[in-house]
C-alpha cells in the first residue's frame, strides 16, 4: 500500500509542475512582495503578508488573509486569493476537500480557468471521486490545453484507480410524490372474468417521504496493479403509511483491473428488498463492467449483470434477471456535457406471465451556471411480457416516458453537503390497467461525500 501511495504522489507532483506550464501566476499577475508597514493593507500588501505567513508555517494567519482578499470586488484578485489559498490547503495542510470548494468557487465565476479546472481533477482523484475526477479531465480538455500538459494529462488519467481506499457518500431528502405506489388511479379493473373494484391501497397514493441514499466501499491493492472493492450500498424511503415504505440492501466485492486505458471491473454479491417492512426479494448475482476513453472529451463505459431473484411473496415471480447497459459521456466545453445511455434486461420468471423483456434509452445534458449545475434528462422504456396472465385480458405491454431536472447549489455548501433539488415526471402506458400510472415526484434535501 505504502509503496502504491507514493507512486500516485510522484504522479500528482508530476502533474502539479506540468500545470504549472499553464499559467504561473494563474490568473493575476504577480504581486509585488511589499512590507506590510500600514495598519490598512494595500492587496498586494495583504498577499505579501499572506504569503509569507504560509511559507514560515503560520497557516491559520495566511488563511484568514486569503480569505479577507477573496472577498475583494476585483474578480482577478478573489480568483487569485482563492486559488493560493486552494493550493495551501491540500499541498501544506493535506485539506483536500476544502482546497477543491475553493478551487470550485473560482470555476462558477471563471469556467474556462483550465489550470484551476485541473487542480479541481486532482483534488478529486486524490479524495477518491473518480467520476468527477475524470469529468473534469475531459471539461479541462475539452476548453483546449498546451500539448505538454495534455499529455500529462492523460498520463495521470489513467492512474485514477489507485485511488484512497475508502469512501462514503449519503444522501437525505424530502420526496413529495404524486404516485409512491406507481399504482393506477382507476376504480376499476378489467379481468377475463368481469371488472373489480380496485382496493384503496392498491390505487395511486400520493404523499411526502423521507428518502435515504447511501453507499461506502473499500478497497485494498492487489498484485499487478490491481484492487479488491467491496461496497455497500442501501437505500430507504420512508412514508406516514408504513404498508408503502422501500428499503434495499446490497453487497457487491470483486476485483477491479487497469489494462491499457481501460478499466475492468468484476464483482458479486447478494441484495435484499424489504417492501411495506416485509421481506420481498432476495437476489445473488454478479457484474461485470468496462470503462473506455474514446479521445479526449469522451467517455464509454458498457456493463452487464445477471443475478437470481427469489420473491418472497409471489413464488410466480421468482426467476434470472440479464442486464446490459452502455452508455457514452462527452465534454462539449468547459461548462456544457452530456451523454446517452441504453439498456435492455431479460427476466425469467416460473409463471411466462411474470417472465419479461425490456429496453430503455435516456439522453442527458448538464451545464455549469455560476454556481449551479444543473442536469436535465429525457427517457424511454418499452416493455412485454413473455405471455398473457390468466386474470387480464392482455399480454402485458409497457411503453414509458420519463423527464427529469436535477440541481445542485454549490452557493450554499456547507463542508462536504451541499443542497440538491430534483423533480421528474413519469407516465406509463400499459395494457393491463392496474401498471398504467402517472407520476410527479420531487426531492429536496443534501448530499455530500466523504
Given at each position: ?220 491493492p492487489l498484485p499487478g496493479g490491481a484492487a479488491l472493492v467491496a461496497r455497500l450500498s442501501g437505500s430507504a424511503d420512508l412514508y406516514r403509511q408504513s404498508q408503502f415504505d422501500d428499503f434495499t440492501i446490497g453487497l457487491q466485492v470483486g476485483p477491479e483491473y487497469r489494462s491499457g486505458i481501460d478499466r475492468i471491473a468484476l464483482s458479486i454479491g447478494p441484495a435484499w428488498r424489504w417492501y411495506g417492512t416485509d421481506p420481498y426479494t432476495v437476489s445473488l448475482g454478479g457484474n461485470a463492467s468496462w470503462q473506455h476513453p474514446l479521445g479526449k472529451r469522451t467517455q464509454m ?150
Open positions: 500500500m505504502g509503496r502504491r501511495f507514493a507512486y500516485i504522489s510522484r504522479l500528482l507532483l508530476a502533474l502539479g509542475a506540468g500545470l504549472a506550464a499553464l499559467s504561473a501566476p494563474v490568473l493575476a499577475q504577480d504581486v509585488p512582495a511589499e512590507s506590510p508597514a500600514e495598519v490598512q493593507l494595500t492587496p498586494a500588501q495583504l498577499f505579501a503578508f499572506a504569503d509569507k505567513a504560509r511559507d514560515t508555517g503560520d497557516y491559520r494567519s495566511a488563511e484568514q488573509a486569503y480569505r479577507a482578499l477573496s472577498s475583494n470586488p476585483d474578480v482577478e484578485l478573489r480568483t487569485e486569493a482563492r486559488f493560493r489559498l486552494g493550493m495551501m490547503l491540500a499541498e501544506r495542510m493535506g485539506r483536500l476537500r476544502d482546497a477543491a470548494v475553493e478551487f470550485r468557487a473560482i470555476l462558477d465565476e471563471k469556467p474556462k480557468a483550465a489550470r484551476v479546472r485541473l487542480e479541481l481533477a486532482r483534488m478529486q482523484a486524490m479524495m477518491g471521486n473518480l467520476g468527477s475526477a475524470e469529468r473534469e479531465f475531459r471539461a479541462a480538455q475539452a476548453g483546449g490545453l498546451p500539448p505538454e500538459v495534455e499529455r500529462m494529462v492523460r498520463f495521470y488519467a489513467n492512474a485514477l484507480s489507485a485511488a484512497k481506499p475508502y469512501g462514503v457518500s449519503i444522501e437525505v431528502v424530502l420526496a413529495p410524490d404524486t404516485n409512491i405506489n406507481r399504482a393506477t388511479r382507476s376504480d376499476m379493473l378489467g379481468t377475463v372474468i368481469g371488472d373489480f373494484t380496485l382496493d384503496q391501497d392498491a390505487k395511486a397514493k400520493s404523499g411526502l417521504g423521507l428518502a435515504l441514499r447511501g453507499q461506502a466501499y473499500l478497497r485494498r463505459r458498457a456493463e452487464g449483470g445477471i443475478a437470481h431473484v427469489t420473491n418472497r411473496r409471489n413464488a410466480a415471480q421468482t426467476g434470472d434477471l440479464f442486464s446490459l447497459s452502455g452508455s457514452l459521456d462527452h465534454a462539449f466545453s468547459e461548462k456544457v456535457g452530456g451523454g446517452l445511455q441504453l439498456s435492455a434486461s431479460r427476466q425469467t420468471a416460473a409463471d411466462p406471465g411474470y417472465a419479461l423483456a425490456s429496453g430503455n434509452a435516456s439522453i442527458y445534458a448538464w451545464r455549469e451556471m455560476g454556481a449551479m449545475t444543473v442536469v436535465a434528462n429525457l427517457g424511454f422504456g418499452h416493455l412485454e411480457a413473455d405471455e398473457r396472465l390468466f386474470l387480464y385480458p392482455q399480454r402485458r405491454i409497457d411503453n414509458r416516458f420519463s423527464a427529469g431536472l436535477s440541481t445542485t447549489f454549490r452557493q450554499l455548501r456547507v463542508g462536504p453537503f451541499a443542497p440538491i433539488a430534483r423533480i421528474r415526471w413519469e407516465r406509463n402506458f400499459s395494457t393491463v390497467e392496474i401498471y398504467d400510472y402517472k407520476r410527479l415526484s420531487g426531492e429536496v434535501g443534501i448530499t455530500a461525500a466523504f
